[in-house]
């Protein structure tokens, strides 16, 4: 199942120096990517803490990377503005709190930023649909949100598959995210299931040579 996309690879600055976010930006670009994945936290809809629009700011500053902002928040539609004035170009949203999730994305939408929904693991492929419309992107987490480090779970592939049947019936051109235990190994699956957008964290820090790294999951299945 293929995309009408190239694939991106976006590493996740929470695997990054968090004592020198701006060497982990650096690090990116000397890769040759185009795109950083920044995750927020509140200790709230997930169980850990990260950083705000002042660090995004602040990154901001210093980078001309695509900056693909990941609200884990209880109340996002509160903070979108904050985060649209610290220079975030993509902010992605969860459909499972209890919150205006339309109105929220056509509020990024009418702010010229792109926009998209996220589903955690255990949330049906179906729950998106009422927002397809309105995403320039759909971010399937492929761990439960909160932690890296964690294993990929294999039980998200079909979800992948749904999304990307909906995207072709749909005639939509929204990319197509997972993030989540993404590596070398992981990352084939999900794009030969119309994934063009993979973020790692953990795998491409540490990998021993990131242009290989790069090369393998980048490349089309």
């Known amino acids: 199942m293929s995309s009408p996309h190239e694939i991106i ?5 929470l695997a990054g120096d968090h004592a020198d976010l701006k060497s982990s930006i650096r690090e990116i670009k000397d890769a040759g990517l185009d795109w950083v994945h920044l995750d927020i ?22 980078s001309d990377l695509f900056f693909d902002v990941h609200l884990m928040l209880d ?35 009418a702010k010229g930023c792109k926009c ?4 955690n693991p255990d949330t049906a492929a179906e729950a998106a649909v009422p ?7 759909v971010l399937l987490m ?17 979800k992948m598959e749904a999304l990307s049947a909906l995207r ?14 993404i590596d070398a190994k992981t990352a084939a699956p999900c794009t030969a299931r119309g994934v063009d957008t993979l973020v790692a964290g953990t795998a491409f820090f540490k990998a021993p040579d990131r242009s290989a790294f790069i090369q393998t999951v980048c490349s089309k299945s």
């Open 9 to 13: 690879l976006a590493p996740s600055i």
């Open 41 to 62: 936290m509140d200790g709230h809809f997930v169980p850990n803490l990260s950083f705000g629009p002042q660090t995004i700011k602040a990154l901001r500053s210093a």
């Open 75 to 109: 109340n996002p539609h509160l903070y979108i503005d904050a985060f649209l004035d610290a220079g975030a170009e993509q902010i992605t949203i969860h459909v499972e709190p209890d919150y205006p999730v339309a109105e929220t994305l056509e509020k990024i939408r």
């Open 116 to 119: 998209g929904v996220v589903l």
């Open 131 to 137: 927002y397809l419309p309105l995403c320039d992107i």
């Open 142 to 158: 492929t761990v439960q949100p909160g932690f890296g480090g964690q294993s990929f779970r294999e039980d998200v592939l079909p």
């Open 168 to 181: 072709e019936e749909g005639n939509y051109k929204f990319r197509l995210e997972v993030d989540g235990g």
